[in-house]
């Protein structure tokens, strides 16, 4: 598969999408817990479920790090974007 990019702070626009029930649910709790520990004392996050979530995404995270240190020398080889 081709290199996938985009703008990130590209217009959004709405979309409908099915998800897991119980994938949503856990994910309107972390977005609670964060948002709520955040406004409390700057910027910490429970340890637990960063560490277990960094754990879980791993490979993921090491596969997206590797994508966009690719992407990023091939856009500066070509006269693209400059971080």
Known sequence: MGNITFNPVGPKKSANLSINAELLQQAKQLISIFRKRWST??????????DQWLAENKDALAEYNRRMNRA?????????LMA
């Open 41 to 50: 004392s700057g910027r910490n996050c429970p340890p637990s479920a960063r």
């Open 72 to 80: 990023a020398y091939s856009a500066t080889d070509c006269g693209g």
